[in-house]
């Protein structure tokens, strides 16, 4: 059975850093597709960061340059770094597996985390 657990969310102020950390069993992230997605209250979820299982990597516009999701295979835990926060990057965080890209957009087609709360206050 396919576990993802999420981690690492928090109430910060704008402009400050957050590291998630997705930890999995029952699965093998380096054989496949992870990405990490968002919700805000009120809002359709939305792909911020993919990495696929030759560690490339692919992010949404919006969050370009100050996210950066890598994973460890050795621990079979994903990460995505977010720095310079701000009040609209407030949302759930969930990290996926079996995630693509369509059309500049990711999409995660497989496994769910119960995701993690990020809170940046301004």
């Known amino acids: 059975q396919v576990q993802l657990v999420e981690s690492g969310g928090g109430s910060v102020q704008a402009g400050g850093s957050l590291r998630l950390s997705c930890a999995a069993s029952g699965y093998t992230y380096s054989s496949y597709s992870m990405g990490w997605f968002r919700q805000a209250p009120g809002k359709e979820r939305e792909g911020v960061a993919a990495i696929d299982s030759d560690g490339s990597t692919s992010y949404a516009d919006f969050v370009k340059g100050r996210f950066t999701i890598s994973k460890d295979n050795a621990k079979n835990i994903l990460y995505l770094q977010i720095d310079s926060l701000k009040p609209e990057d407030t949302a759930m965080y969930y990290c996926?597996?079996?995630?693509?890209?369509?059309?500049?957009?990711?999409?995660?087609?497989?496994?769910w985390g119960q995701g993690t709360q990020v809170t940046v206050s301004s």
């Open positions: 996926a597996t079996d995630v693509t890209v369509i059309a500049g957009y990711i999409h995660g087609f497989g496994y």
